[in-house]
């Protein structure tokens, strides 16, 4: 096992009809400010129980139209907004956008500098000394921005990581039962966005991690189990709770800790997304299991131990099981209704230039546990997901 | 899955020859209280290295001699200590009860009135409003007190549950090359301490929390894998690693949320512990099996979960799966060196009245996920414990 530090102080309430406990959770007399994305979360009434949770004292504003992929240019208005109203704390209503943003309008309020520089401190994180306090009510269950640490940020043809510990939420609250009226597409990208953030930490090479190898293994078997159910049956709670719970814990700091990480497929996703306005977890769905494909050599011990626990393949040769393993992968992201293939999008080679090329200006030439995957390998698993 | 709330604070700070990090850890100019148990952390060293760390502008006191089972009058000449010492940090440095007593400690230092009436608040925790802040320095693997707010102390006859949340540790440090040096007794039984807390916390009913049933799952069956290996090779890194992170994750509060849990076991083993002086892992391996033999009816789906998953047991009638999955883990107890019986203990029914009594004084006269485990009930997991 490698050494690692694990810390993550962020509260989780979770459970049915628990708004009215934002009372107590938001400091007593704060200037709040609600930020959120379209209109849903004010059409199906959850701005309208937030509001009277927090008006019990609490003086609120707030700031909508934050898009999905989070634009810099929206935030900062938010920051404005956030300076104007001498707002102390940010309640952040929606999915990872919303939950992203708000991180970065954590910072960006209380940051002296260029704002701008916040988005260029990548995987290191951002060595801020202040952060404004921030809450989550969750509505969207995905990319995990509820209990940890990081957001990603867009500006111009670029997708940034903003990590910094001073931005894990003060609490989130996870009512699965706010996510009923989400469309069966975005359900759908949250499964896949989940999947993905659990194999990024275990498809890798053993290290001996047996509790991680295990509980990211719990969460895979669970989302087969529960994905393509919850898409149909939207308002089952118990398998709509198994999903926002597995949401949160992929990507919480938990399993990825004291074991080898490779976010190759988001940082080649999020070209995609940037340059070609697929959805962030379209883009996973094809890239990952061209990924798998290609990097079967550097992973082979965690594809053949992938494949029997969680597919129960057992036989046929190493890369017949691993090549079983890729094509059940692709069926489960299949099932859900999220194709796998650059071509179901009309993507082809002549696409492959622009994205590599965003790596490299990102200076992503070097991704995967070993270091070992240059924009050559990149560019072949743009191929195999063609 | 049930509603809960889940808050770990606690800082985790894990791998090899990490004590020099107090000195980032510990505020700086802390008057610090180190409190330890035997001479085994002056003898191997560990204190010396902590001293070395500290004494960087700290000044540092000792506490020794907190035993197994920490007692009561024993803490409370370390709350004189803290008191005549001006300390404002305490550091556990040892196993479980060197860091229950700690928290103890942090507790009744600052209480204004008996602190005896700290023992008194059982599972519904301590209500206090200030603690000293406190870090751990782990050198046993078992109890997961290094990552939760509660402690057990010994008073008399009894042993008290005390727990609150102002005494999660800030952090702990968790090297497991600080545990090579113990005896293969007290290795064997916090292989068996941490299985235990992981079943009281999965083997109920059935509420469709599938994370917390897996992650429980693959604790039990990593312990399985490394339990008797790391006995025999302590110095093998990797399998004391798994085992180290395995007892914190078995009781940090993670794989209890959202799902009913049963302490029987532990507070049967209790009144064992504190009337006949067995070591508390030796009565945990006793009453374990025998709950699950007598409890197989409230428990049965979870008990077929767990023959399925743990011992891979599919064949006969559910009795008879039960009945193997019993034997399976009376032998993995057996195989650490663990007794299952009383009767290993010269125990017998003369012995019971005696221990029904304790749990009657302490109110534990309806336990279970189900509130149905009488004191009747409770006789009869004895008598199948002979």
């Known amino acids: 096992m490698l050494d690692f530090d694990f810390h993550n102080p962020t509260r989780i309430v979770f459970g049915k009809d628990r708004l009215a406990e934002l009372d107590t959770l938001v400091p007593a007399g704060a200037t709040v400010l609600v930020l959120y994305g379209g209109g849903s979360v004010r059409r199906f009434g959850t701005l309208d129980k937030v509001r009277a949770a927090l008006e019990n004292g609490r003086t609120v504003h707030e700031f909508g139209g934050i898009e999905p992929n989070p634009r810099y240019e929206t935030l900062l208005k938010a920051v404005e907004k956030v300076r104007s109203d001498g707002v102390d704390f940010l309640l952040a209503v929606g999915g990872g956008s919303v939950m992203d943003g708000t991180k970065f309008v954590s910072l960006a309020s209380v940051h002296d500098g260029d704002p701008e520089s916040l988005l260029y401190h990548g995987f290191a994180g951002v060595p801020a000394a202040k952060a404004l306090p921030l809450g989550c009510v969750v509505t969207l269950p995905a990319t995990g921005s509820e209990m940890n640490m990081g957001g990603v940020i867009s500006k111009g043809d670029g ?123 379209q883009t996973l769905a094809i890239i990952l299991p061209a990924l798998m494909d290609v990097r079967r050599d550097a992973k082979r011990e965690k594809l053949l131990q992938y494949a029997e626990r969680i597919w129960n393949i057992t036989g046929g040769t190493d890369d017949e099981r691993i090549d079983a393993a890729i094509a059940r992968t692709r069926a489960f992201f299949e099932s859900l209704g999220v194709k796998t293939r650059l071509s179901d999008h009309k993507l082809g080679v002549e696409h492959f230039d622009a994205v590599i090329k965003g790596l490299e200006a990102k200076g992503l030439t070097a991704m995967s546990e070993r270091g070992d995957q240059t924009l050559e390998v990149s560019r072949n698993v743009l191929k195999a997901a063609l």
Chains 1, 2 share one sequence.
């Open 159 to 281: 997708k940034f990581p903003v990590l910094c510990p001073l931005t894990f939420p003060k609490f989130s609250i996870l009512d699965p039962t706010l996510t009923y009226s989400l469309p069966a597409r975005q359900v759908a990208n949250g499964v896949v966005d989940t999947f993905v953030h659990v194999m990024e930490q275990y498809l890798t090479f053993p290290v001996e991690g047996r509790f991680q190898d295990r509980t990211s293994e719990g969460i895979l078997l669970t989302l087969i189990e529960i994905g393509r159910y919850t898409i149909d049956h939207p308002e089952d709670y118990d398998a709509r709770a198994n999903l926002v719970w597995c949401a949160t814990m992929g990507l919480n700091g938990l399993i990825g800790s004291g074991v080898p990480q490779d976010w190759a497929t988001h940082m080649i996703g999020h070209e995609i997304t940037s340059l070609y306005g697929l959805d962030h977890g």
